[in-house]
């Protein structure tokens, strides 16, 4: 059930109109999840913030897939996982890394078993990871740093799936054919 408004750049707030805008300028469409979160200033800018800044990190386009996927199928999110499918593949992920992902295990890549590791411990353990966590991150090539990269790619991230899952976001037909639910992944 849709509990807010999808608005648009004509219907939203005036303090999200300028972001809405630059984003449907940027992807060539206005994401549900940020039609959603236009319904209030402060969550559209602060996330849109916030994205620019993860996006604009150390981690390649697959490593930020990787990570974004664990995290929606982490948190049981349908459109983040729908939406985080679709640009895995279309980054060059192979699609069995991305079912992988969805269906709940590791990926096969020794490196991004260890970044989708990391984030499912980060969220499952509420950032209480264990010594080996971080060695196992740090043991596959990231850096200490990185980690603290890690939590910004989850906080992103745990913005987009809070807000679908609790407005009931609808997923887009550019979505649709990734679509997933939690019961899937369960039956994996």
Known sequence: MQRFT???????PEKSRPTLK??????????????????????????VSSFGSFHGGSFDEIEKQVLLLTNAVTIKCPWTVAAHSTFAIEDGIAESEVKAIRDGRLPTDPKYAALSALTRALIENKGNVSDADIDAFTSAGYSKAQILEVVTGVGVSTMAATTT??????????FQPQAWSPAAAIAA
């Open 165 to 174: 899952n609790m407005a009931g976001t609808p997923i887009e037909e550019r």
């Open 22 to 47: 630059a984003l449907e300028e940027k992807f060539g469409f206005l994401p549900n999840v940020m039609a959603t979160m236009a319904n209030n200033p402060v969550l559209l800018n602060g996330f």
């Open 6 to 12: 999808l608005q648009t750049t004509e219907s939203a």
